[in-house]
């Protein structure tokens, strides 16, 4: 592996030009303090003072086919000496071969794609599309769900990251999905708690008006809000609901899709297809921004001779386009979806579970693929959160010493709340996973001498 030569002072020099003048997101400007970073290759990344990170984040869930993947940068290379930029209204090589693949992939009929520069901005339209087809304006979102920072995504949004920004949920309407370790039904099993979920949103249905919503849409598999596998039947449930209602169903797979859950959309375990569905990040692996909206012969056929009034300058960019064919070759080439699954099963999965066994902080272990999290708790019987759920989350607190304890070890987590996620690239080795869950495993003696066992 190529590593950059250990250069304390080039490390410096970025931190404090960082400092002078970028803006963070999400965060608090005098409280951060970001990791000058020299390199990645693969699994990792390092920093100019000669540590190296084994990368279980993926960034933001994004790396899935790893860092600096060489055909990937070739193909935006090659791009940006043929063609950098072109208005959307043209045609391009490039962006009609990504599409291709990409309908070629999704599921049913979802053979029309709509391109954006990310996630939010792929719901943002997704929730347009279905109004303007339905010409109805409500949508019903989940609560313990993440959907972007853009209006209207961070309107559906249904956790704490919504509230600075809520303009009173205009048109949204949120409900609860299933959630077996933290039953909002006091539901004793995954059969009860599918049958209640989906009694509850029949009912917020019925009492909103089935003929104001437009729109249903969930994560597949809620991310962000924590790998929340639904019970088998709930997705078809929800399908069968829309389809009753004339409700349009947008499944949202920013996160879990291409390869993440070690199909090439998580809608493929169960066997749903939605009429809309969004992705982001794991198509070009977040190496030029895009997103886009896949959309089904039903919806297109509504924007046939009438325009659809959507649409940024820099949508289906060449340079993202170029990034996303060699991406999506490359995992087919490559086998990544295939290796994220034979992981997550073989290799991550049953480690988890016994490292739960191990430590009296896990409380439960859930997920698919490479796609997973550790709930951390203060006690297993009573499975109070390790940080109580609030709008400060993980920034402080044990969370925070264990994220560090992390890093001490060479594993850079991705931690939310109470929660830590196991989301290495697609391209984890089976090396990679022990190297990581073994850092994990001793970063979580410290997560639990914060417990009651503790
Ligand atoms: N939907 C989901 C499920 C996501 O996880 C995210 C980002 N984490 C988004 C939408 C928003 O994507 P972006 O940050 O690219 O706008």
Redesign the pocket.
Known sequence: MTTTQPDPAAGAAVKAADRAHVFHSWSAQGLIDPLPVAGAEGSYFWDHDGNRYLDFSSQ???TNIGHQHPKVVAAIQEQAGKLCTLAPGFAVDVRSEAARLIAERTPGDLDKIFFTN??????ENAVRMARLHTGRTKVLSAYR??????AA?INLTGDPRRWPSDTASAGVVHFWGPFLYRSPFHAEDEAQECERALAHLEDTIAFEGPQTIAAIIL?TV???AGIMVPPPGYLAGVREICDRHGIVFVL?????GFGRTGHWFAADHFGVTPDLL?F??GVNSGYV?L?GVAISAEIAATFDQRPYPGGLTYSGHPLACASAVATINAMAEEEIVENAAEIGERVIGPELRAIAERHPSVGEVRGLGVFWALELVKDKETREPLVPYNASGAANGPMAEFAAACKRGGLWPFVNMNRTHVVPPCTVTEAEAKEGLAALDAALSVADTHTHAG
């Open positions: 933001l869930v994004n990310g996630g939010a901005e792929a719901v769900s993440y959907h972007g920072a853009t995504a994560e809620p991310g962000t949202d797979e920013v996160m879990a969004t982001a990040k921004p997103g």
